[in-house]
């Protein structure tokens, strides 16, 4: 298969933005150095991140599927899919970032980052105030690749048609992505904690419907 090896871009005012501005700053920034065009491919996108593309890609894919526009048929999976090759990069430890030629290739519109970014700005920004660099215990080689197992799980939930669901999924799928770009591993146990909390609510569902049967 052929891959695609993603670097960083040198552009001086997108790596400026990586030293000192938020994770909604940034997006808007890499949003905005392209404006000019009717959209932007999947592998544009990451190399205008660079170092901090696994955490990025994995909110700014995440971000639509928590809307209500993601219960259109297919929505989720053309969003999910790159989240699934990102999980697929900490499970086996790479460090730099690639796509398969055919998924880099794949363009969403610029006007639809646009959308996303403002209806999900003012939820980033209040999170973003509360985190921080902290239980960096949470980001070894090890941990890395569990959260790696973790997001490969929610990515494909995602991915499936499954009424009601996509939020939770998308909301779980930030938390990580959040918790990677700032390190902040609290952030990274509560999204493990909310997982649990739904795969109880789901074992019960499951009891419930098979009672109906019994």
């Not at 949470?138 to 929610?154: D, M, T």
Request: a positive charge; proline letters at 5%.
């Amino acid at each position: 298969m052929e891959r695609v090896l993603v670097k960083a871009q040198k552009k001086p005012a997108i790596k400026k933005a990586r030293k000192k501005e938020s994770v909604s700053q940034l997006l808007r920034k890499i949003v905005s150095a392209h404006k000019t065009e009717k959209s932007i491919s999947y592998g544009e996108l990451i190399h205008s991140m660079g170092e901090r593309a696994f955490g990025l890609i994995t909110i700014l894919f995440a971000l639509p599927s928590g809307l209500p526009i993601s219960i259109i048929p297919g929505f989720s999976f053309v969003f999910g899919l790159p989240i699934v090759f990102i999980a697929l990069h900490l499970i086996i430890g790479r460090k730099s970032l690639w796509l398969p030629a055919r998924l880099a290739s794949q363009t969403v519109a610029i006007d639809t980052l646009e959308k996303v970014l403002a209806r999900t700005r003012p939820y980033l920004l209040h999170i973003e105030r509360l985190l921080k660099p902290r239980l960096l215990f949470f980001f070894s080689g090890i941990a890395e690749r569990i959260h790696g197992l973790c997001l490969l799980f929610l990515s494909l939930l995602l991915l499936l048609p499954i009424p009601l669901s996509n939020f939770v999924f998308a909301a779980l799928i930030i938390c990580f992505g959040l918790g990677l770009v700032e390190k902040d591993g609290l952030l990274i146990l509560l999204a493990y904690l909310g997982f649990a909390v739904y795969l109880l609510f789901l074992n019960q569902v499951i009891r419930q419907l098979l009672g109906l049967f019994a």
